[in-house]
């Protein structure tokens, strides 16, 4: 990512939410405060409690510091996720879902060595949702591939692998049936791939590549792909790699950009301490080097292998029976 520099001091919104999105950012902010980054925390509400206190689960002043802000920091929200970071994606005009697919020791991941990221087009294909009216005959959506969308996203994905030592990308679609859609998203990958030179590209049809993902999941580094295959293709590299409590993601946008773990608000155990910050974690780490501090990411990331390989101090997700703030303790220990 590295999109912006490293300054002196970062202005972070952080927006806890409901459920458990309280107590693993509680856990994040805890170790993220022992890494000698200057963080100005502004927080904000958002969420199912936050309609029920101000009647809006998303009041406009948490819009304006995120957009104010160097990076957002998103728990969870409950039963109002849809209004609230559907919302702020649109409205920070955050183009790219970024999700990593990794395998971390002493999870239940099906397969070692798996390490890639899943870029996905945020803002149009499918999910533009236009299905308003049914028809005699029953129902239709369309499905919008802009020129200008597809070029940022896959410019976006070349530009990741080369920042992070990624040698190919793949693009993935269904150009042989959408040959009008899917067949500009194709033609525009291989144009841009074209100013990078360096990087070996590949492209696959969406089903084999749902298959590919079990069969050969380690051969990929960089996925990008269309809104509704890139929400199903990443919600499969979660399974791969098991469990919603390791699973960070970015929503990165020419506006804002925001660092969430991809699980909910948890309502079966919400306030018990039971929570995985780790989600919550990785997703911190990722804004790390969103704004360029990739030797505190680092140090961020080992500290947290360290726990999951020692594996003395785990939530009960993965088998053990810490609380989130002695995981916490723990991976602060290891800094
Ligand atoms: P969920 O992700 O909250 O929970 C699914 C299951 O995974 C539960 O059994 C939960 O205990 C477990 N789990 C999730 N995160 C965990 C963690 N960090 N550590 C240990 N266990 C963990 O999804 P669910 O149950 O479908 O939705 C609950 C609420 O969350 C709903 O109101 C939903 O709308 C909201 N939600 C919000 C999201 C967001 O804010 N981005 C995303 C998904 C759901
Ligand atoms: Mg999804």
Known sequence: MNTSKTKDKYQIAVVPGDGIGKEVMEATIFVLDSLDIDFDYVYAEAGDECLEKTGNALPGETLDIIRNADACLFGAAGETAADVIVKIRQEMKMFANLRPVKTYPNTDSLFENIDFMIVRENTEGMYIADEESYTDDGAVARRIITREAEERIIDYAFNYALENNKTKVTAVHKANVLKKTDGLFKEIFYDVAERYPDIATEDFYVDATAM???????????????????????????????????????????????????????????????????????????????????????????????????????????????????VAQAVKNNL
């Open 212 to 326: 590919y993902l079990i069969t050969q999941p380690q051969s990929f580094e960089v996925i990008v792909t269309t809104n509704l295959f890139g929400d199903i293709l990443s919600d499969e590299g979660a399974g791969l790699v098991g469990g919603l409590g390791l699973i960070p993601s970015a929503n990165i946008g020419e506006d804002g950009a925001l660092f969430e773990p991809v699980h909910g608000s948890a309502p079966d155990i919400a306030g018990q301490g039971k929570a995985n910050p780790i989600a919550m974690m990785l997703s911190a780490i990722m804004m790390l080097r969103y704004i360029g501090e990739n030797e505190a990411a680092d140090r961020f990331d080992a500290a947290i292998l360290k726990v999951l390989n020692d594996a003395n101090i785990l939530t009960a997700d993965l088998g053990g029976n810490a609380s989130t703030m002695e």
